[in-house]
């Protein structure tokens, strides 16, 4: 049974860090793609950050980049999510999601299997 396990959510002041870790079992990562989501209440939920085998190109939704890095460490079976310079507007559900093997990286149906989420709020 694949289960992906998000950890490292919370709350958190405006220019501050959290890092989200993903626990993945019953699927190896290898090489394929693994990502980060969110979902404010109220909201479609929206592509973060998706990363394929480590030290591979990373992708970032524009509202993040520069502020948050997916890294994953394959031994391990865990993606991470490091947020900096944290922000109001990032207050959401964060969900790890993969494998994804083909498709686009920012479609959400693209991605095999889902976390329960890690919920990350940001006060001002």
């Known amino acids: 049974q694949v289960q992906l396990v998000e950890s490292g959510g919370g709350l958190v002041q405006a220019g501050g860090s959290l890092r989200l870790s993903c626990a993945a079992s019953g699927v190896t990562f290898g090489n394929y793609a693994m990502g980060w989501f969110r979902q404010a209440p109220g909201k479609e939920r929206e592509f973060v950050a998706t990363m394929r085998s480590s030290g591979s190109s990373t992708y970032y939704a524009d509202s993040v980049k520069g502020r948050f890095t997916i890294s994953r460490d394959d031994t391990k079976n865990t993606v991470y999510l490091q947020m900096n310079s944290l922000k109001p507007e990032d207050t959401a559900v964060y969900y790890c999601?993969?494998?994804?093997?083909?498709?686009?990286?920012?479609?959400?149906?693209?991605?095999?299997?889902w976390g329960q989420g890690t919920q990350v709020t940001v006060s001002s």
């Open positions: 999601a993969g494998p994804r093997y083909s498709g686009n990286y920012y479609i959400a149906g693209n991605y095999d299997y």
